[in-house]
């Protein structure tokens, strides 16, 4: 009975010293990432969501991809030229960057009702809309559900043609689940976040087409940012629980539409395609 005590106590403590280490690496990693004095937020319903505004002119807005350490800094390289022409809006999606991290299921309509819901309630305009990978893909559901947000759609990468589109079995669901324990759970976020695993990950994503080739080589801070729920999406991606098939939709779409695959746009040296594409 004592030794089953000991051990008992022994597991806890291991435990309890494996959650605090978790705890104060996020806090060193998170410590990092700073906000910036033009950042907005956007009290939605699921929870609050950081966006920026520069520019005049139409609405445009940049939506970033999911992947580990993903936020509105894939687009830092944009030209100041473009803010010129548009009023340029980026987000950071739920669960990512410096927006809220709930502790709730994170999905594909999850996502597209967020895009939809920033566009109505902040933008209030019908948008040019720019997003690479999942996200072109939530975007373009987003139109399925309310075309009268959209004026055009720029889709880089888009996940849900060939690639990403399969639907979860019982074994993603265990999977999911298992990653989503507290603290070995954490152990494990903690390990795909270090900087040279998200690069190899990152390289085979955007090997696979995946991903945008233009997503950051290392994961952003802001992937500690938050607590320990910044992991939640990023499990829900590895085990397919943000896919969504569009290949279907797109003969639905009656808007200019503009499809890049794997290619290098960063919104600095603007493909002369893109540059005619959003100035028609």
């Known amino acids: 009975m004592k030794k089953a005590l000991k051990n008992t106590v022994a597991i806890a403590g291991c435990l309890f010293v494996h959650f605090?280490?978790?705890r104060i690496y996020f806090k060193f990693k998170s410590g990092?990432?700073?906000t910036h004095f033009d950042d907005q937020y956007y009290p939605w319903?699921?929870?609050s969501i950081r966006y920026r505004v520069k520019g005049r002119g139409e609405p445009l807005l940049l939506i970033h991809g999911i992947y580990p350490g993903a936020d509105m800094t894939e687009w830092q390289r944009a030209d100041a030229?473009?803010?010129q022409s548009y009023q340029v809006y980026t987000i950071d999606l739920l669960g990512f960057g410096h927006s809220e991290k709930p502790n709730i299921s994170y999905s594909a309509y999850l996502y597209t009702r967020l895009i939809n819901s920033f566009i109505k309630d902040v933008v209030k305009r019908p948008v040019?809309?720019?997003?690479?990978?999942?996200s072109a893909a939530y975007t373009v559901m987003g139109y399925v559900f309310d075309p009268s947000l959209y004026k055009?759609?720029?889709l880089i990468s888009p996940a849900g043609i060939e690639k990403g589109d399969s639907l979860p079995t019982l074994r993603d669901l265990v999977r999911k689940w298992l990653l989503e324990i507290p603290i070995l759970g954490t152990s494990a976020y903690i390990c795909l976040a270090q900087d040279k695993i998200s690069a190899k990950h990152l390289k085979k994503l955007?090997?696979?087409g995946a991903i945008a080739s233009y997503a950051p080589p290392v994961i952003s801070s802001t992937a500690f940012v938050g607590g320990f729920n910044a992991k939640l999406p990023v499990f829900a991606l590895l085990c397919k629980f943000l896919n969504v098939n569009i290949k279907s939709k797109l003969n639905r779409i009656e808007i200019p539409m503009l499809i890049l695959s794997r290619v290098y746009i960063g919104l600095r040296d603007l493909p002369e395609s893109l540059k005619s594409f959003l100035d028609a």
């Open 20 to 22: 605090l280490l978790n």
């Open 32 to 34: 990092n990432s700073i």
């Open 45 to 47: 319903r699921f929870g």
């Open 81 to 83: 030229a473009l803010y």
């Open 128 to 134: 040019i809309a720019v997003a690479s990978d999942y």
């Open 152 to 154: 055009k759609l720029v």
């Open 206 to 208: 955007r090997r696979e």
